[in-house]
């Protein structure tokens, strides 16, 4: 399966966990929309902590969240990510104004998966009612099999130099095949 999430905004290098939950709720919103459609409108039942028709559920519970990953283990899921970055610094100014490359993209990827333990949220942090499932990308980013990264000129006026325009082009891939994620394959 393929699809593709954006964002616009600040992406700063080393996010505290206020930060990365703020990207991470923006892409509920998007994998929320995809989860409404074709083919994963059908799968709702590894939804279902009751175990629906197929066996498998991929809810994970952690604090008063219950996170749904696409890219699980129980689906034996791994997926492939394909970035385009569109910065305002001039090319080859990777590592100087707007932060270094590599800790924007570890952001990036933390803000993409459910946290690993309930202190990587913020204190206090609860669902909001919309939230339930809260939809992520990835269990865990070391089921990340392939990840490339463009980046170029964003040519637009921005208020903040950490500010970025991404294209992140998704692919998933099992690793094998099994009646739960037929779908998604």
Known sequence: MEFSLYYRGPLRANADA???H???KLFHQQLKVLWSQPP?????DLLNPIHGPKNTCILKSLGAFQFAPLITEPLFLVGELEITMLRPQPPGS???RGGDIDNRL???LDALSMPPEVGALPDGVEPDPEESPFFCL???DKLLTRVSVATDRLLDTVADT????LLIRARTRGISATWANLSML
Not at 40 to 44: F, I, Q, T
Not at 162 to 165: S, Y
């Open 106 to 108: 570890k952001t990036l």
């Open 18 to 20: 206020t930060e990365k």
């Open 138 to 140: 990835l269990e865990d």
């Open 94 to 96: 990777i590592v100087t």
């Open 40 to 44: 994963l409108d059908d799968e709702h």
């Open 22 to 24: 703020r990207l991470r």
């Open 162 to 165: 950490t500010e970025v325009v």
